[in-house]
């Protein structure tokens, strides 16, 4: 059984940062790969960013990339969402997730079989 603790939400104007945590809290995830998604109401979860297991690929969807930096502690079972230059549409639920495969995810939520509770995220104008 894995469990993922979310953290770091928050309420900030935009141009701000955040910076969210996932930490294990029964399980591992430092021998998976791992992945940020966010989802607001009424729309589908989105994939955000992902991480291989050594931290040396990181993948980013487009809307992101250049303000949002993944990484990840795997001694701590700690893996991160550096969130800078926010935009009021990234206002969402922030989950962290755990691949399924030893051997990494796409973006797809159906490959990603352990979920956080999520932080929300909310960026005012």
């Known amino acids: 059984q894995v469990q993922l603790v979310e953290s770091g939400g928050g309420l900030v104007q935009a141009g701000g940062s955040l910076r969210l945590s996932c930490a294990a809290s029964?399980?591992?995830?430092?021998?998976?790969?791992m992945g940020w998604f966010r989802q607001t109401p009424g729309k589908e979860r989105e994939f955000v960013a992902g991480?291989?297991?050594?931290?040396?690929?990181?993948n980013y969807v487009a809307s992101v990339t250049g303000r949002f930096s993944i990484s990840r502690d795997n001694a701590k079972n700690t893996v991160y969402l550096q969130m800078n230059g926010l935009k009021p549409e990234d206002t969402a639920v922030y989950y962290c997730?755990?691949?399924?495969?030893?051997?990494?995810?796409?973006?797809?939520?159906?490959?990603?079989?352990?979920w956080g509770q999520g932080t929300q995220v909310t960026i005012s104008s």
């Open positions: 997730a755990r691949c399924r495969s030893v051997s990494g995810c796409s973006s797809s939520t159906r490959e990603y079989n352990y």
């Open positions: 029964e399980g591992t995830i430092s021998t998976y790969a």
């Open positions: 991480i291989s297991v050594s931290g040396g690929i990181t």
